[in-house]
């Protein structure tokens, strides 16, 4: 299966996944493409926005009061959501993977190996253009 991309799960799985729920050992490949691909903070993301939507949507029409309070209120609630996420995005992609069975850190791994070629060539201009002697105060 290496050859080809990793089996998608398909809707309802993927919201169920969303939601936090693991997916079959058939899915193992895409979970770990999913928390390591060049976009898995954008995929981390959208995960949180199905996961606030239909509670900013309940809370809109329940909190009481003119619409713009509703709104204000809602998007407060899902600005402190989208931090929070944000905040512990390393940990849970790290937890999604460990639930398909990988051992804890690989997601980490990958993801500092696809851009390693990229920092070691900044590294290299960087001790090119800093170190070389031409930043030095001479004395």
């Known amino acids: 299966m290496s050859e ?3 089996r998608r799960p398909g809707p309802v799985r993927w919201l169920l996944y969303a939601f936090g729920r693991g997916l079959p050992p058939e899915y193992r490949e895409w979970v770990l493409h999913d928390v390591t691909a060049r976009t898995w903070v954008l995929r981390h993301m959208i995960r949180a926005t199905v996961q606030l939507l239909p509670i900013a949507v309940v809370l809109y029409l329940l ?4 619409a713009w309070v509703r709104g204000c209120a809602v998007l407060a609630g899902l600005l402190l959501g989208y931090f929070y996420s944000g905040a512990y995005v390393y940990e849970t992609t790290e937890h999604r993977a460990v639930k398909a069975g990988y051992p ?5 791994r990958i993801r500092g190996m696809h851009g390693a070629a990229e920092r070691e060539e900044q590294e ?3 001790e090119q253009r800093w170190r070389s002697g031409q930043g030095s105060g001479g004395g």
């Open 104 to 108: 804890r850190g690989t997601a980490g």
């Open 124 to 126: 290299r201009r960087y």
């Open 63 to 66: 909190i009481p009061g003119p």
């Open 4 to 6: 080809t991309s990793p």
